[in-house]
Nanobody
């Protein structure tokens, strides 16, 4: 079955960086758009990055543009989220997501806390 397993979260200082990973299994990874979302306490889950199957095209909301970079390694079935210049408002649980045949799958999430 489809599985998404995130890792790489933790505590970072403002201005710091973290790299998240999401290892996928149970489907043909190279054929699907992959996305990262985040959910802060008391807020709705929101998208932060999306990448096409080939990796040639990416998109970001203005809130993270220029600071977050999504990439993928189709040989390793892994999607990454490199985050730099982190801000306290980036604190959230980060999830990777894939939609297959109109069904959306989520990982378990990884906590990112940005605090001094």
């Amino acid at each position: 079955q489809v599985q998404l397993v995130e890792s790489g979260g933790g505590l970072a200082q403002p201005g710091g960086s973290l790299r998240l990973s999401c290892v996928a299994s149970g489907f043909t990874f190279s054929g699907y758009v992959m996305s990262w979302y985040r959910q802060a306490p008391g807020k709705e889950r929101e998208p932060v990055a999306t990448i096409t199957p080939s990796g040639r095209s990416t998109s970001y909301p203005d809130s993270v543009k220029g600071r977050f970079t999504i990439s993928r390694d189709n040989d390793k079935n892994t999607v990454y989220l490199q985050m730099i210049s982190l801000k306290p408002e980036d604190t959230a649980v980060y999830y990777c997501k894939v939609t297959i045949a109109r069904y959306t799958y989520w990982g378990q999430g990884t906590q990112v806390t940005v605090s001094s």
